[in-house]
């Protein structure tokens, strides 16, 4: 056995090493500054309790990106040196955010041992690359993100470290074989478990949903099937499950090949960075001779986000939850007792509100941020929530989950053409969309992200927002200059969420402008990026009458658009003229 020593290594703040629940997202350069990383891995062993280190189990992997090899290294080291009994890494590095959901709520190690946490490496769907993004987040025994208590505790960490604990003289681990290597040190032994990335998964999967139905629907001549894995940690799971699981062809699948720079590409699943799965389901800018697949979907770097699309046909994250949620009970095996309950965020459209009231289920409003859903299902009140901006889960696991999305989706149209897979037409994405709105009425919904903006620009324009609120007639006479066909604002805000769990308060959550006639204008500064600022602004119309339910969504909100650009003065405060992305 190969003994280690601890050494302590002085050292000195950074400035600005905040961590949201999605962790610590910079630059690489920034994280390969000596020190940089070390001081926010020991500023994080610090803020946890002494037996979630001391003796514990910790699950150290992430999607792969750039320097999460030398992430992993430095992290083990570090585990080592701070009296952690064992380290679980997945073969390569390679775990999805819910795949390390999974691994700490259902593992149990060869010798019993369960895992108290877990240090994932991933700055979710932003680029990577040598000069890209790279970002840590720590997840906590429930699998969920770890709580504002004890980020709020790393971060003050960062801002007093004088000392990290290493051992330098452990030798580098092999994480691409599956082996438990075993050290020994001060406190006792130490060991390093590499384990297959995707078994623990698959195994869950196959407990949720009927891979039987969903296979009859796969190997259907009538049925044909596309998943983008955007060169991110997805494709591990993607081969694995719908190739070697359910059947489907080889071919089926797009960039399923983990890379360290997702192949040069930003591994967003939307309409605007997955265009390679945008094209071949005919929803690109040139038409193709060839016909479009059925079903089509993509998942983003670390595969907690999913694009679902339909022969022609966008589904919208927050259509796709409500869909989920109206068809759970008797399409997925896992849910066939009922729900508990559902949850959406506070920008994604009402369309899970209607379901919700029509099912007579608990629904819950909460801001951005996985966790507030985690909080919801520890307590047993949610069985599905989502996020509009291409998250959605269950109570599974305490992540969105963009694999499961997939297989719900499958279930639900394997479910839908169960009578149809001997040649009959097929009930498609687009019937099943375009029927919910029939029952549930239609949100119209687009989203415009401004990335990069500065930040002192977007502070301002959130300012002028909220100094507008003070008077609704003021507003309304703007509206009305503008676009006399627009509805009046009867309510004006910012979004403050009081956890029914915990009964903590989270303010400053978003600003809303809500119409009488159901339509929301959002704006909401995100935390997503690594440099500047990103403003997301929301834009929803909500339409009962059927027969006004099929029109193109940029069109039907164009009166909406308008308003909220010229009454956010957005060009004026941002110097842009567009976004950088609409979705």
Same mark, same amino acid.
């Given at each position: 056995?190969?003994?280690?020593h601890?050494t302590?290594?002085?050292?000195?703040?950074?400035e600005g090493?905040?961590?949201?629940?999605?962790?610590?997202?910079k630059?690489v350069?920034?994280?390969?500054?000596?020190?940089?990383?070390?001081?926010?891995v020991?500023?994080?062993?610090?803020?946890?309790?002494t037996?979630?280190?001391?003796?514990?189990?910790?699950?150290?992997s992430?999607?792969?990106?750039?320097?999460?090899?030398?992430? !992993?290294?430095i !992290? !083990?080291?570090?585990?080592?040196?701070n009296g952690?009994r064992?380290?679980?890494?997945?073969?390569?590095?390679?775990?999805?955010?819910?795949?390390?959901?999974a691994?700490i709520r259902e593992?149990?190690?060869h010798d019993?041992?369960r895992?108290?946490?877990a240090?994932?490496?991933?700055?979710s769907?932003n680029?990577?690359?040598p000069?890209?993004?790279?970002? =840590?987040?720590?997840?906590?025994?429930?699998?969920?993100?770890?709580?504002?208590?004890?980020?709020?505790k790393?971060y003050?960490?960062?801002k007093? =470290?004088?000392?990290?604990?290493?051992?330098?003289?452990?030798?580098?681990?092999?994480?691409?074989?599956?082996?438990?290597?075993?050290?020994?040190g001060?406190?006792g032994?130490?060991?390093?478990?590499?384990?297959?990335s995707?078994?623990?998964?698959?195994?869950l999967m196959?407990s =949720?949903?009927?891979f039987?139905?969903i296979?009859?629907?796969?190997s259907?001549?009538?049925?044909?099937?596309?998943?983008?894995? *955007?060169?991110?940690?997805?494709?591990?799971?993607?081969?694995?499950?719908?190739?070697?699981?359910l059947g489907?062809p080889?071919?089926s699948?797009?960039?399923c090949?983990?890379?360290?720079?997702?192949?040069?590409?930003?591994?967003?699943?939307?309409?605007?960075?997955?265009?390679e799965?945008?094209?071949?389901m005919?929803?690109?800018?040139?038409?193709s001779?060839?016909?479009p697949?059925?079903?089509?979907a993509?998942?983003?770097?670390?595969?907690?986000?999913?694009?679902i699309?339909?022969k022609?046909?966008?589904v919208?994250?927050?259509d796709s939850?409500?869909?989920?949620?109206?068809?759970a009970?008797?399409?997925?095996?896992y849910?066939s007792?009922?729900?508990?309950?559902?949850?959406?965020s506070?920008?994604?459209?009402?369309?899970?509100?209607?379901?919700?009231?029509?099912?007579?289920l608990?629904?819950?409003?909460?801001?951005?941020?996985w966790?507030?859903?985690?909080n919801?299902m520890?307590?047993?009140?949610c069985?599905?929530?989502?996020e509009e901006?291409?998250?959605?889960g269950?109570?599974h696991?305490r992540?969105k989950?963009?694999?499961?999305?997939?297989?719900?989706w499958?279930?639900?149209?394997?479910h839908?053409?169960?009578e149809?897979?001997?040649?009959k037409? *097929?009930?498609s994405?687009?019937d099943?969309?375009?029927?919910?709105?029939?029952?549930?009425?239609?949100h119209?919904?687009?989203?415009?992200?401004?990335e990069?903006?500065?930040s002192?620009?977007?502070?301002?324009?959130?300012a002028?927002?909220?100094?507008?609120?003070s008077?609704?007639?003021?507003?309304?006479?703007?509206i009305?200059?503008?676009?006399?066909?627009?509805?009046?604002?009867?309510h004006?805000?910012?979004?403050?969420?009081?956890?029914?769990?915990d009964?903590?308060i989270?303010k400053?959550q978003? =600003?809303?402008y809500l119409?009488?006639?159901g339509?929301?204008?959002?704006?909401?500064l995100?935390?997503?990026?690594?440099?500047?600022?990103t403003?997301?602004?929301? !834009?929803e119309?909500?339409?009962?009458d059927?027969?006004?339910?099929?029109?193109?969504?940029q069109?039907?909100?164009s009166?909406?658009v308008?308003?909220?650009?010229?009454l956010?003065k957005m060009?004026e405060?941002?110097g842009?003229?567009?976004?950088t992305?609409i979705?």
């Amino acid at each position: 056995m190969v003994m280690f020593h601890v050494t302590r290594v002085e050292t000195k703040p950074y400035e600005g090493q905040k961590p949201g629940t999605s962790g610590l997202r910079k630059k690489v350069k920034v994280f390969t500054q000596p020190h940089y990383t070390e001081n926010f891995v020991q500023s994080t062993f610090n803020a946890l309790s002494t037996d979630k280190v001391r003796g514990a189990t910790i699950v150290v992997s992430g999607d792969g990106r750039y320097f999460s090899k030398d992430a !992993i290294q430095i !992290i !083990i080291k570090m585990a080592a040196a701070n009296g952690v009994r064992r380290v679980w890494v997945g073969q390569n590095g390679l775990l999805s955010t819910p795949a390390v959901s999974a691994v700490i709520r259902e593992r149990v190690g060869h010798d019993g041992s369960r895992a108290t946490g877990a240090f994932i490496l991933t700055a979710s769907h932003n680029p990577g690359g040598p000069n890209e993004d790279f970002g =840590i987040k720590y997840n906590m025994e429930n699998g969920g993100p770890a709580p504002e208590a004890i980020t709020d505790k790393i971060y003050e960490n960062t801002k007093t =470290i004088k000392e990290y604990f290493i051992a330098e003289d452990l030798p580098h681990v092999d994480i691409s074989a599956i082996d438990v290597t075993s050290f020994g040190g001060p406190e006792g032994p130490f060991d390093v478990d590499v384990f297959d990335s995707a078994s623990d998964y698959v195994k869950l999967m196959k407990s =949720i949903f009927d891979f039987q139905s969903i296979q009859k629907l796969l190997s259907s001549p009538s049925f044909s099937f596309c998943f983008d894995g *955007l060169h991110g940690v997805a494709g591990a799971y993607a081969k694995r499950i719908f190739v070697e699981e359910l059947g489907a062809p080889e071919s089926s699948l797009l960039n399923c090949t983990p890379k360290e720079d997702f192949g040069g590409g930003h591994p967003d699943p939307n309409l605007t960075y997955a265009k390679e799965l945008v094209a071949c389901m005919g929803l690109g800018k040139s038409n193709s001779q060839d016909e479009p697949p059925e079903f089509g979907a993509a998942a983003d770097g670390d595969a907690d986000r999913n694009m679902i699309l339909g022969k022609r046909f966008f589904v919208t994250p927050s259509d796709s939850v409500a869909i989920i949620a109206a068809n759970a009970v008797e399409a997925i095996p896992y849910f066939s007792s009922g729900l508990k309950g559902v949850a959406r965020s506070m920008p994604t459209s009402a369309a899970l509100d209607v379901v919700a009231k029509h099912l007579n289920l608990k629904f819950f409003e909460v801001p951005t941020g996985w966790k507030f859903f985690g909080n919801l299902m520890d307590a047993g009140l949610c069985s599905v929530c989502g996020e509009e901006s291409f998250g959605t889960g269950s109570d599974h696991i305490r992540e969105k989950d963009g694999i499961w999305a997939v297989l719900a989706w499958l279930s639900i149209l394997a479910h839908k053409n169960k009578e149809n897979l001997d040649g009959k037409k *097929l009930v498609s994405v687009g019937d099943i969309v375009r029927q919910h709105w029939a029952t549930y009425g239609r949100h119209y919904y687009t989203r415009y992200d401004y990335e990069n903006v500065d930040s002192g620009a977007a502070k301002e324009l959130m300012a002028y927002l909220i100094k507008l609120q003070s008077s609704l007639s003021e507003v309304n006479k703007i509206i009305k200059g503008i676009c006399s066909d627009v509805s009046k604002v009867v309510h004006a805000d910012e979004f403050e969420y009081k956890d029914p769990v915990d009964g903590s308060i989270s303010k400053h959550q978003g =600003i809303r402008y809500l119409f009488e006639d159901g339509s929301r204008l959002v704006f909401r500064l995100s935390g997503t990026g690594s440099e500047g600022a990103t403003i997301r602004l929301y !834009i929803e119309q909500y339409e009962k009458d059927p027969s006004k339910t099929g029109k193109d969504s940029q069109e039907a909100l164009s009166p909406l658009v308008e308003v909220a650009l010229k009454l956010s003065k957005m060009e004026e405060f941002t110097g842009r003229s567009a976004p950088t992305v609409i979705t």
